[in-house]
């Protein structure tokens, strides 16, 4: 039996895509990567780019990107991802990272990636989830990118941060009280940082209790808390985009971001809205993200059913059509 059951998780976490890892110069030091590409037998393919969300993500999200990577070989595309700096002992420190920083990365990646032979650089297209969607744009502002697929972008950082706290609150039950006490830690937060309020001065004022952050965590924050996606998605206008949003998202207010894209990138006609009632902010399914036992189990024995129903078809489909002509269709919202 626990021979079977080995053989049923290899066979699961086999997927249809040959991978390799790869090294990228930027900035004086190396992004360690992971290329994949389709085993159809051709020579020349398209290319997504994965920009990660916040925290330590390794090239491959441990794993998680690679259902994603296997849709994207049946569509014709190969992905490409690194290890965010100091993850996986890749040099650098991703906390030292500005949206500016992590767009110029991004960018060097896409530029490397054209000058390889087996990279059809006129199709090249970006991934982003969560944090990245202050990036992906900045990418596009630097290098021409065939399409984009922002996966629960926020839109204005500290709006978020109090969408999120909000959004947890209610899910805990949280008291008026408890609310009330929460919101004014916040407030106080956002007091210190926009006098740009050293370390030791957070922890002071939580009362000697730092309550989890760090200061690199903290640097991280003073550098980036005023991350606003709005003007910097004028440079999507007329790329097509996939916005994918998840109904119980309680990172994201996905009316908000939602709504930014539309105004924004709708009269473009470029714009394809999808919406998953049975997903949670990693677009991964609900039921199965309120519990690590779940998580763990399918991700040994059925990898792909962590996600949404249709999240991984909708991507392949979406890139099969950027990859025969480069326009997705018309905004749409499912």
């Not at 890892?21 to 398209?46: E, F």
């Not at 309680?250 to 999808?274: P, Q, S, W």
């Not at 991964?284 to 309120?290: G, N, V």
Request: proline share 4%.
């Amino acid at each position: 039996m626990a021979t079977g059951l080995v053989g049923v998780v290899l066979w699961q976490n086999s997927y249809d895509m040959e991978e390799q890892r790869v090294s990228i110069r930027h900035g004086g030091h190396t992004l360690n990567g992971v290329l994949a590409t389709p085993k159809d037998g051709r020579k020349h393919h398209g290319l997504v780019v994965y920009v990660h969300g916040d925290g330590p993500v390794s090239a491959t999200h441990d794993d998680g990107y690679k259902p994603m990577w296997e849709a994207n070989a049946k569509a014709g595309y190969a992905s490409l991802s690194w290890d965010k700096p100091g993850v996986a002992g890749a040099p650098g420190d991703w906390l030292a990272q500005s949206m500016d920083d992590r767009a110029n990365e991004a960018a060097a990646a896409i530029a490397w990636a054209r000058a390889r032979p087996d990279v059809d650089g006129d199709r090249i297209g970006l991934w982003g989830a969560s944090q990245a969607g202050w990036v992906l744009p900045k990418v596009a502002a630097k290098t021409p990118v065939s399409f984009v697929i922002a996966v629960s972008p926020a839109i204005n950082w500290l709006q978020q941060g109090r969408y999120n706290l909000l959004a947890e609150l209610r899910a805990d039950g949280a008291s008026a009280a408890r609310t009330k006490a929460e919101i004014a830690k916040s407030d106080t937060t956002r007091r210190l940082l926009k006098r740009h309020a050293t370390f030791e001065e957070y922890v002071r004022a939580r009362g000697g209790k730092a309550d989890g952050m760090t200061a690199d965590r903290w640097g991280f924050i003073s550098k980036n808390y005023t991350a606003d996606a709005t003007q910097d998605l004028r440079a999507l206008r007329g790329v097509p985009v996939l916005l994918t949003l998840a109904d119980h998202d309680i990172n994201v207010d996905t009316a908000d971001t939602e709504r930014v894209y539309r105004k924004l990138l709708d009269a473009g006609g470029a714009l394809t809205v999808k919406r998953y009632p049975d997903a949670a902010h990693s677009l991964l399914k609900q039921s199965i993200e309120q519990s690590d036992l779940k998580i763990t189990l399918t991700a040994l024995f059925s990898p792909r059913s962590l996600f949404a129903d249709g999240f991984l078809d909708d991507q392949r489909q979406f890139c099969s059509e950027a990859n025969t002509n480069n326009t997705p269709g018309q905004p749409k919202r499912a």
